[in-house]
């Protein structure tokens, strides 16, 4: 159980065009989801928390306009890069928590979607 | 600044060494998590701690979290090179000043394991 899936897993698009990015959680209801990115031979850094039905909140130095991020039911969120820079390209991870598990429920991980802007 | 310092950041050793990853932190956590990432893809979970002074085995890996829930370690006995990967610990803040599940994760340590 707790599967995570995210589509597409790569995605190569040319600058000033926007690409989207969907996170489900495939056999729970995640009340909360996350979006990451990830930098080469770096950690992961988290750019915003969304729970479903309402505005996700970004982290500090983290453009909303330009990481849009939709959760509108309890398996799905995305994550819309608009006008895509190359400084754009990195690896973006999300993660779902079910919310319903306990104090010290888990984050449970996608497999990333590389996004590479030319 | 919350920050966990995962150390050493690289290891490359010969298959059936022994092996400690650390994890520290001024910070106090609620629970701690240890995930394993390999190159492309998300990171796996393989344990998480909650209690001070917590010992957790899953095989040949150890993991204890800290008496005063700021530190862990992940030992590692007769590694093998199934074993190499990214190892992140990430640190739960929620009862403590942290958003609503919001991890704080390591650099991450990343080990090797030649045959």
């Known amino acids: 159980g707790a599967v995570v899936s995210q589509h597409p897993s790569r995605v190569i698009c040319k600058s000033g065009t926007s690409v989207k990015i969907e996170c489900r959680s495939l056999?729970?209801?995640?009340?909360?989801m996350f979006w990451y990115r990830q930098f080469p031979k770096q950690s992961l850094m988290l750019m915003a928390t969304?729970?479903?039905?309402?505005?996700?909140?970004?982290e500090q130095g983290v453009e909303k306009d330009k990481f849009l991020i939709n959760h509108a039911s309890l398996t799905l969120s995305t994550l819309t890069v608009t006008s895509a820079h190359p400084e754009d390209s990195s690896f973006y991870i999300c993660?779902?928590?079910?919310?319903?598990?306990?104090?010290?429920?888990?984050?449970?991980f996608g497999p990333g979607t590389r996004l590479t802007v030319l | 600044t919350q920050l966990l310092e995962q150390s050493p950041q690289f290891l490359s050793i010969q298959e059936g060494e022994n092996l400690t990853v650390y994890c520290n932190s001024s910070?106090?956590?609620?629970?701690l998590q240890w995930y394993r990432q390999e190159p492309g893809e998300g990171p796996v979970l393989l344990v998480t701690?909650?209690?001070?002074?917590e010992v957790k085995k899953l095989k040949r890996l150890t993991f204890q979290f800290g008496d005063a829930r700021k530190d862990s370690s992940l030992h590692i006995t007769a590694a093998q090179p199934g074993d190499t990967g990214l190892y992140l610990c990430?640190?739960?803040?929620?009862?403590?000043?942290?958003?609503?599940?919001?991890?704080?994760f390591g650099k991450g340590t990343k080990l090797s394991v030649k045959p």
């Open positions: 993660s779902a928590q079910a919310g319903d598990r306990g104090r010290y429920d888990e984050q449970f």
């Open positions: 056999d729970f209801q995640a009340t909360t």
């Open positions: 910070s106090v956590f609620s629970s």
């Open positions: 701690v909650v209690t001070g002074g």
């Open positions: 969304s729970n479903e039905g309402s505005k996700a909140t970004y």
């Open positions: 990430a640190g739960d803040r929620r009862n403590y000043g942290g958003s609503q599940g919001n991890l704080i």
